[in-house]
């Protein structure tokens, strides 16, 4: 299994930016994906997930309105767009996966402890 989050870098305050996550050696479909973020000296945090099908989506409610995830099953890739970013939204954002990591019909995640596949993480700077 193998993850690459791209698309971070430094934006202003009411900004965007796309993150993208190109997914191989799974049947990307048929897992979930997770979009997780580190702060400095703070705990990783859930932020968004999509199910496998790409019907069911989860918000944290820090980002709820402002983000939006996604998913391209025939390009295997995941995307997050946020838009009115916030300098708290300053992190290093990773997405993850696992085998048993799911998001029900009712939009609920799985914990982190589900998702045992992790890229490498992409910075975003959230700063004027």
């Known amino acids: 299994v193998q993850l690459q989050a791209s698309g971070g870098g430094l934006v202003q305050p009411g900004g965007s930016l796309r993150l993208s996550c190109a997914a191989s050696?799974?049947?990307?479909?048929?897992?979930?994906i997770g979009w997780f973020r580190q702060a400095p000296g703070k705990e990783r945090e859930g932020v968004s997930c999509?199910?496998?099908?790409?019907?069911?989506?989860y918000y944290s409610d820090s980002v709820k309105g402002r983000f939006t995830i996604s998913r391209n099953n025939v390009n295997n890739t995941s995307f997050l767009q946020m838009t009115s970013l916030k300098p708290e939204d300053t992190a290093v954002y990773y997405c993850?996966?696992?085998?048993?990591?799911?998001?029900?019909?009712?939009?609920?995640?799985?914990?982190?402890?589900?998702?045992?596949?992790w890229g490498q993480g992409t910075l975003v700077t959230v700063s004027s």
């Open positions: 993850a996966t696992g085998s048993m990591a799911v998001v029900n019909y009712y939009g609920v995640c799985s914990p982190i402890e589900e998702f045992d596949s």
């Open positions: 050696g799974f049947t990307f479909r048929d897992n979930a």
């Open positions: 999509i199910s496998g099908s790409g019907r069911s989506t």
